[in-house]
């Protein structure tokens, strides 16, 4: 155990006695000296990446914003209804990426948008599929995620019975259904659900599943942070102008350049193997 662990241990072992709060010992720090910041995350590729050494594009942009207001970011993956549970409780400092809904804004110090995140259906080639309404979406199958959240009309066509909706454990067996022609549609965010096909579908399957370009929504990903640690504020403003600044001198859009590779090596393999006239438009 290192000497600062043994002293904050030895001092926080006091104040519980006496209870006297004290927060300088609650947040540890890198060898440099600087402070530490916990994120809780899960893997969501490509934007999150637990597999690479910055944590992916979203993971690289938060610890270079970070490193540059003095912080060392450390990031942790759980279950995404735990990485709630702990920053609003505090006991992490913040999580990520999430969209910063009114309910979340409420319990939560939301940052300011990091990228922009579109929902989309993905189906199989060669369907004919186009929809602008709930209605439109009647008489077919649509696989779905347990515990993700669509967007309010499509939970109550689903609520209502207006749409069939079969939910599972795991985004990467809808893909696999969906290729299987199990199930009809699937939504999921457009670079994420580009992302799953590379990955958990054989390369000579790829060009079997698309996108429609009509989006579900469009919601920006943000870093939320907790309201109960003390330090929630001061953490969000130091990161929103480091972020403001990445913006404003292009930094930020070439480090999030990488989200977009997936869907780019879906469709120069899809363009390879059946040089279709559609293979970029609209994708």
Known sequence: ??????????????????????????????????????????????????????????????????????????????????????????????????????????????SLPIVDGEQVFFYRRGEDFAWDSMADLHGLTIGATLGYFYGRPFEQAEKSGQITVKRIAEDAGNIRLLAHGRIDLYPQDRAVGYGMIRAVLPRDQWGLITHDPH???????????????????????????????MRESGELDQLLEPIYEDQRAVHRARSASVGDEDSGAAE
């Open 1 to 110: 155990m290192s000497l600062y662990r043994s002293v904050c241990s030895g001092v926080l072992a006091f104040l519980a006695a006496t209870i006297v709060p004290l927060s300088a010992c609650a947040a540890d720090a890198d060898p440099a000296g600087h402070p530490a910041i916990e994120i809780a995350t899960g893997d969501w590729q490509p934007y999150v990446d637990s597999s690479l050494p910055d944590f992916g594009p979203m993971g690289h942009v938060i610890k270079l914003a970070f490193a540059r207001a003095g912080y060392d970011v450390k990031f942790h993956v759980y279950p995404w209804t735990r990485n709630a549970q702990f920053v609003a409780t505090g006991e992490q400092d913040a999580m990520m990426p999430y969209y910063c809904s009114a309910a979340r804004a409420r319990k939560y110090l939301c």
């Open 215 to 245: 989006p579900l929504h469009r919601k920006s990903l943000h870093l939320l942070f907790s309201r109960k640690t003390g330090r929630g504020e001061t953490l969000m403003v130091h990161f929103n102008t480091q972020l403001k600044a």
